[in-house]
């Protein structure tokens, strides 16, 4: 019996110590994660990133919250450069760079991205954001945060059977545009409209154009000297081109420009072209950096409003032209620049040279530097209408002047300092 006492009071205090844990456990608050609840992690592990992309960063800020957006490049672990490119399908092509720094260094990788031009704003941006966080995974993984990271790819995917795309368009896209304005007051008027469509093809091999356009301008000045004073200009016309592709490094192609305009005493323009064009880094490489060597040579068929300070009335004209363009686009900036010369047949003193560069450079931590400047020396105005314009005409810019060059200038600086960080999103007004 004594024995049993003893089990007895080891039983009963074993059931009062189990009791007493759970009312504690009850009354201790516990750490948990719920999706009222944000996560708590290391600071370390939120990877600080520099957006380098105009568009959609608020979005994008609101949809990916696991990283830390820095304003500089300089301060960040992960450079995520967005490049797009209009395509002549009319849609857009983003270009998606994750470049590696610091404990990422040479960890780099990049996305494609294809925005039709039946996208949305919204599509797009859905899109952009979708391709980010599938390029921040492998980074992310190299975190502790890589057992929150889980990627799912569709069944209907994974049992697909690979089928020939069929397009009823086969590639070839239409779109229409128009518009006008409308304005007046008291002692004038001014109305302009602008209309026209493209058509356009890309493939692999072809990309193809072909663009008609429209304008018309109007504008009505009232003085009481010289009553109402009107001003009719219209400039139509159209261009096109078939370029075709010869590999990575070569195309060649054929353009056409046509043009009827008051401003330019052209009452019909005619002018086919072929050309060639060698790259130096494959185009495939073109989003980040292009330098191409292009040589055109074609005749023009021309038909003048009014005779010309060369006597003529009508014309044709034969020239050939070279190109020599760069276009670098890197994490420091982007740079761009090119020269152009070409000169008439019939005369080598008729001949023009283009030069034109920029730069936007990201200088040190907040500070940017951009410049573009263009430079023209014209010698080949002979459309210019014999005889001298009235005044009226210079006002209105009714018609083009002669001239030997024309220059080109803009410099700008901006410098962006204070907090490194760039999260949070305010969308209140």
């Not at 330019?264 to 495939?284: A, D, R």
């Amino acid at each position: 019996m004594h024995f049993g006492h003893k089990e007895f009071g080891f039983h009963f205090y074993k059931r009062i110590f189990f009791f007493f844990g759970i009312f504690l456990a009850l009354l201790i608050p516990q750490k948990s994660y719920s999706c009222d609840e944000p996560l708590e992690v290391n600071s370390t592990d939120i990877i600080p990133v520099f957006l380098d992309f105009p568009f959609f960063n608020q979005y994008i800020r609101e949809s990916l919250p696991v990283i830390n957006y820095v304003r500089d490049r300089q301060v960040s672990q992960i450079h995520v450069k967005i490049s797009r490119q209009r395509s002549g399908a009319g849609g857009e092509n983003y270009v998606i760079s994750f470049l590696g720094r610091q404990r990422f260094e040479g960890m780099n990788n990049e996305i494609t991205f294809w925005a039709p031009a039946s996208n949305t704003s919204d599509d797009t941006r859905r899109g952009l954001v979708e391709r980010l966080k599938l390029g921040l995974a492998p980074y992310l993984a190299n975190t502790h945060l890589n057992s929150l990271i889980s990627i799912n790819i569709n069944d209907s995917l994974m049992s697909m059977e690979r089928k020939p795309m069929e397009d009823p368009w086969n590639n070839w896209v239409f779109e229409l545009y128009g518009g006008a304005n409308f304005y007046k007051e008291s002692s004038q008027s001014k109305f302009n409209s602008r209309w026209g469509f493209y058509v356009d093809k890309v493939s692999k091999d072809w990309k193809i154009r072909m663009r008609p356009y429209f304008n018309i301008n109007q504008s009505t000045y009232s003085s009481e000297e010289e009553g109402d004073i009107v001003s009719d200009n219209y400039r139509h016309g159209f261009e096109g081109y078939m370029i075709r592709s010869l590999g990575q490094h070569w195309s060649a192609g054929v353009f056409l420009e046509m043009l009827a305009s008051t401003f330019h005493n052209m009452e019909l323009n005619i002018e086919p072209t072929p050309g060639i064009e060698y790259s130096l880094f494959p185009y495939s490489e073109a989003t980040e950096k292009a330098i191409t060597f292009a040589y055109t040579m074609g005749a023009a068929q021309n038909y003048y409003m009014e005779e010309t300070i060369f006597l003529k009335k009508q014309e044709t004209l034969f020239k050939h032209a070279v190109r020599i363009a760069m276009d670098f686009d890197q994490p420091w900036g982007s740079l761009w620049g090119g020269i152009k010369g070409s000169h008439y047949f019939h005369d080598f003193d008729a001949n023009r040279l283009e030069f034109y560069s920029g730069f936007s450079l990201r200088l040190v931590k907040g500070l940017s530097l951009n410049f573009q400047s263009d430079l023209d020396l014209t010698n080949d105005l002979l459309t210019i209408p014999a005889g001298d314009a009235t005044l009226e005409e210079l006002l209105l810019q009714e018609r083009a002047q002669s001239t030997s060059y024309q220059i080109y200038t803009n410099v700008g600086i901006s410098y962006r300092f204070g907090s490194e960080f760039s999260n949070v999103v305010n969308t209140r007004f």
